[in-house]
């Protein structure tokens, strides 16, 4: 099914970057679809409590914060449909998305998709997923109160995790490659603190222990080449993101990482096309940014249709 | 038409009836069920014609969850004749849910 009305503006995801771009479109004049898998907000929807987005000196949890963007987005126009893209044409004018629900045509696109939390590689990880095998520690953590957890990764999404899961779980042992973590200070002295939290540096998970469900890990000491197994009930993957690209790699120019090249003006290697959000080339990857992005997409997506292209 | 609540006696009846019965294991703390929540009530209405579209909430139907050996949230299983005949755990886009649907009702 194509959908032959050809909007001025299609946006990939409905996140933050994108019900901002969605906003600033449709108040702009512009006829303007979002494109959304499952619902707003990307990954700031499994944010609990977010206290870095001004305007909210109470905090404010994702979901809610992305479901006020998503109404006022729309109170000025924009549509949002829920539908997964499964193939782009950028170059093709109009441009063509093909989705679950039909094909679609726009002008421009904006690509807000975000990324997701990174695999960490082992065999049978995936099939584990929901026995034992878990990326979200603020979803299942419940689940494991008062049993055993491992937490994989140093950056500041594995200390959060840790420490969370430090407040349910009996015991939480966090497996580094490196002898310390890259996580911002500020979580540090409460890890220390955490009584029933210890610390395996210089150790990376090398296999998983499983009968009906997860019951354990393998670790390698990367120093002394030692391997051992380790009883647990639970594992929180937390080793990072990968960008949502898979759509337009061969298409747009992207950076080693797999996230798309563009500067602060949002453009991407190809005209019409602009990425905002954590799926662009960036330092910062916080709302503030995408929300940031969004803005600027629009106002340069209205440059190239003043440009007749 | 949004998604049935259902209690164990509610979910028991209607498990009995002719049409599939779709769940959603949920919990009002779990982020992520919030998320399929908008587009969960989409699917309810496109499916009413030959499916029972409803939602448990495990905090309150502790019992029926654990017998339904549900263990990530949200989970979400097609009974057809009284039997679980497929399951998918935290699906990633409304267009997951109807593959979900299509493929295990195909079987």
Redesign the interface.
């Known amino acids: 099914m194509t959908h032959g009305h050809i909007y001025d503006m299609i946006i990939v995801g409905g996140g933050p970057g994108g019900y901002t771009a969605a906003l600033y479109a449709a108040r702009a004049g512009l006829d303007t679809l979002v494109l959304e898998k499952l619902s707003a907000g990307g990954q700031m929807a499994l944010t609990q409590q977010i206290d870095n987005y001004p305007g909210f000196e109470d905090s404010v949890d994702g979901f809610t914060l992305a479901e006020k963007m998503q109404a006022q987005a729309e109170r000025f126009g924009a549509r949002t449909e829920y539908a997964q893209v499964e193939r782009l044409d950028l170059t093709a004018s109009p441009k063509v998305l093909e989705t679950s629900e039909g094909t679609f045509l726009g002008k421009t696109v904006v690509l807000a998709t975000g990324a997701d939390p990174r695999k960490l590689g082992v065999d049978h990880e995936e099939a584990l997923v929901g026995r034992g095998v878990a990326y979200c520690a603020a979803c299942d953590g419940m689940f494991y109160r008062g049993k055993t957890v491992v937490v994989v990764g140093g950056g500041n999404s594995a200390a959060a995790d840790a420490l969370l899961l430090s407040r349910i779980a009996k015991k939480v042992i966090l497996v580094h490659r490196r002898d310390a973590l890259r996580a911002t200070k500020i979580y540090h002295e409460p890890l220390k603190q955490a009584e029933n939290l210890e610390f395996r540096w210089n150790s990376a998970i090398t296999g998983l222990l499983y009968g009906d469900r997860l019951t354990g890990v393998q670790l390698k000491n990367l120093n002394s080449g030692e391997v051992f197994n380790l009883d647990c009930d639970g594992l929180f993957i937390s080793v990072g993101r990968t960008p949502a690209t898979e759509l337009v790699r061969g298409q747009l120019e992207l950076d080693p990482g797999g996230y798309i090249l563009a500067g602060e003006t949002t453009e991407t290697s190809i005209p019409g096309v602009f990425a905002v959000g954590d799926v662009r080339t960036k330092r910062l990857r916080q709302v503030v940014t995408a929300v940031s992005d969004g803005a600027v997409a629009v106002h340069m997506a209205e440059e190239y249709l003043a440009g007749g292209t | 038409m949004s998604a049935v609540n259902m209690d164990q006696k509610l979910f028991t009846e209607l498990l009995a009836g002719d049409r599939p019965v779709l769940v959603d294991f949920w919990?009002p703390?779990?982020?992520?069920c919030?998320?399929?929540?908008?587009?969960y009530d989409?699917i309810a209405a496109e499916h009413q014609d030959h499916l029972v579209v409803g939602k448990v909430n495990v905090d309150a139907e502790a019992q029926l969850a654990q017998a339904e050996r549900i263990?990530?949230?949200p989970?979400l299983v097609l009974y057809r004749n009284g039997k679980a005949v497929g399951s998918i755990?935290?699906p990633?886009?409304?267009?997951?849910i109807?593959a979900f649907i299509q493929e295990t009702l195909a079987e």
């Open positions: 919990a703390w779990c982020g992520y919030r998320r399929i929540s908008a587009p989409r263990e990530v949230l989970t755990a935290a990633e886009s409304k267009a997951m109807e």
